[in-house]
Nanobody, 126 residues
């Protein structure tokens, strides 16, 4: 499976962006998907995740209520709608796919993911 993240850019604080993760080369609907982000000098952290069917979602506390993850298995895409953006949301955002049936409890663990996209940069100015 190949993942392509897009939609990043420069936005003012309080603004919105929508990131998209497009998959190709496999049966995307079999994979759980997570979005992670990595700020300069920091580790790559879990932001949001959605199970293979789209029935269960998870969010980091720092983005809960501001970000929404969704998927369209017919289009092989997973989107991350980001609202009320803050300067501390500035990071490179990555999408990743996991086939593990144990994904839910392990969703924040980077090693559970089988495939990663290349990342898209989000910059939030104050």
């Amino acid at each position: 499976v190949q993942l392509q993240a897009s939609g990043g850019g420069l936005v003012q604080a309080g603004g919105s962006l929508r990131l998209s993760c497009a998959a190709s080369g496999g049966t995307f609907s079999r994979y759980n998907v997570g979005w992670f982000r990595q700020a300069p000098g920091k580790e790559r952290d879990f932001v949001a995740g959605i199970n293979w069917f789209g029935s269960t979602t998870y969010y980091a506390d720092s983005v809960k209520g501001r970000f929404t993850i969704s998927r369209d298995n017919a289009k092989n895409t997973v989107d991350l709608q980001m609202s009320s953006l803050k300067p501390e949301d500035t990071a490179v955002y990555f999408c990743a796919a996991a086939s593990s049936r144990s994904w839910g409890p392990l969703r924040t663990d980077r090693t559970v993911y089988d495939y990663w996209g290349q990342g898209t940069l989000v910059t939030v100015s104050s």
